[in-house]
């Protein structure tokens, strides 16, 4: 297992695009979260999904935003139109629900907007 | 969700240990203590976590006061690649970030 994954690492797009972002988690995680972080802040929770239910979402998701796990597998967040103030780090985790909830982060996906 | 206070930074010497206070005066019975850290550029990395009692791994001890309203994070033997940042998190379903503490270890 190579941990979680998360593609593009890198992203660069004009104000006002779509962008997707995907994550593979821990093959044996029913668990996936996405967090955005900003410079000098810590991650800021957004989503998370136990198998493909989504289960709570952060006022900081707007609807511009949304996130699917469609069979309990891989997510895809997506950006719509996106604007400045997007450009951020995007971290997925994955856990197991069971005892403590101990989350392991990929290596996030950095977007930019221009 | 229970909130966590920690120092902004911290300094520490090389070879020496480094303990990084946490404050958690509002945890609830079932909620445990967990410790992530961040490089610079990469997702946070789990350290440790524990309940009630202290814990120990091949990273890090964490010691839990008895009445559960604060921790401290130990390494025992800090090298310049601890430094990073360090988050105190007391929650369950979500884990709520703060700012952490910027921990600088001085060759």
């Known amino acids: 297992d190579t941990g979680v994954s998360q593609n593009p690492r890198h992203k660069i797009t004009k104000r006002g695009q779509n962008v997707t972002f995907r994550c593979d988690p821990i093959s044996e995680h029913n668990r996936l979260y996405w967090y955005r972080q900003t410079l000098g802040q810590g991650p800021e929770f957004l989503t998370y999904f136990q198998n493909e239910a989504q289960l709570e979402k952060s006022r900081l998701l707007s609807d511009r935003f949304s996130a699917e796990r469609p069979k309990g597998s891989f997510s895809t967040l997506e950006i719509q139109r996106t604007e400045q103030g997007d450009s951020a780090m995007y971290l997925c985790?994955?856990?197991?629900?069971?005892?403590?909830?101990?989350?392991?982060f990929g290596a996030g996906s950095r977007l930019t907007v221009l | 969700d229970a909130k966590t206070t920690q120092p902004p930074s911290m300094d520490c010497a090389e070879g020496r240990a480094a303990n990084l206070p946490c404050n958690h005066s509002?945890?609830?019975?079932?909620?445990?203590v967990y410790w992530y850290r961040q490089i610079h550029s990469q997702g946070p990395q789990y350290i440790i976590h524990g309940l009630k009692n202290n814990e120990t791994n091949e990273m890090a001890s964490l010691i839990i006061t008895e009445d559960r309203k604060s921790s401290t994070l130990i390494l025992p033997h800090a090298t310049l690649r601890d430094t990073a940042v360090y988050y105190c998190?007391?929650?369950?379903?979500?884990?709520?970030f703060g700012t952490g503490t910027r921990l600088t270890i001085i060759p």
């Open positions: 998190i007391v929650n369950h379903e979500k884990l709520t």
């Open positions: 985790a994955s856990s197991v629900s069971s005892g403590a909830n101990v989350l392991t």
């Open positions: 509002t945890i609830s019975g079932n909620e445990y």
